[in-house]
């Protein structure tokens, strides 16, 4: 079964003190892994698409990184907009809809 | 383009009352999907669509029913409701060749009594 497990499950900075966020990963055959960010009251928003080990992906103060166990969101230079969930989600290559797993999130709070 | 839309917003049922959680997207994607979302817990896929006509049960299907006759909408039927139903609905939608790169609408908070 897949299993994705996210750390911490909250996480307080202050602004412009950067930080990293944690998704291990179980899965048979990772098709791809992604980040999302979600804000209260609303729906997910689709941020970064991994494929494979060393891989990396940038939008603004976002970093994303790949291992074969786990990725990291790294966020540098916090600002207060960027307090969310951040949820992680992997799919698997099982053939046919390949389903995707979510974790239950990171709170990030950043304060001013 | 408006995205990914649910309807309503907010609902409150009575326990055995029916009702349909209605959604809509216009970027031609192939898949769809239904998720609800509840606190401590990931996002839980409830039906799926790879395509007008085509539905299989995700992973907590029982006390729900969906149909897709068309390649726009994919709504969500609740049966007989249950307290146990009580959670925060999302739909999204994705192209078939990046499935996981998922479109989710603003969700419909649904409340059993």
């Known amino acids: 079964e897949d299993q994705v497990t996210q750390s911490p499950e909250a996480l307080r900075l202050q602004e412009g003190e950067s930080s990293s966020l944690n998704c291990s990963y179980t899965?048979?055959?990772?098709?791809?892994l992604f980040w999302y960010r979600q804000d209260p009251g609303k729906g997910p928003e689709f941020l970064f698409t991994?494929?494979?080990a060393g891989e990396e992906k940038e939008k603004e103060r976002l970093k994303a990184t790949l291992t074969k166990k786990e990725s990291f969101l790294h966020i540098t230079a916090p600002k207060p907009e960027d307090s969310a969930t951040y949820l992680c989600?992997?799919?698997?290559?099982?053939?046919?809809?390949?389903?995707?797993?979510f974790g239950i999130g990171t709170k990030l709070q950043v304060i001013p | 383009n408006a995205g990914v839309t649910q309807t309503p917003k907010f609902q409150v049922l009575k326990t055995g009352q029916s009702m349909t959680l209605q959604c809509a997207q216009d970027?031609?994607?192939?898949?769809m999907s239904w998720y609800r979302q509840d606190p401590g817990m990931g996002l839980r896929l409830i039906h799926y669509?790879?395509?007008?006509?085509?539905?299989d049960q995700g992973e907590v299907p029982n006390g729900y029913n969906v149909s897709r006759s068309t390649t726009e909408d994919f709504p969500l039927r609740l049966l007989s409701a249950a307290p146990s139903q009580t959670s925060v609905y999302f739909c999204?939608?994705?192209?078939?060749?990046?499935?996981?790169?998922?479109?989710f609408g603003p969700g419909t908070r649904l409340t059993v009594t």
């Open positions: 669509s790879v395509g007008a006509g085509i539905t």
């Open positions: 999204a939608s994705s192209y078939k060749r990046t499935g996981g790169e998922q479109y």
């Open positions: 899965v048979s055959g990772l098709r791809g």
């Open positions: 970027m031609n994607h192939e898949y």
């Open positions: 991994l494929y494979s």
């Open positions: 989600a992997v799919q698997a290559n099982s053939g046919g809809y390949q389903k995707v797993t």
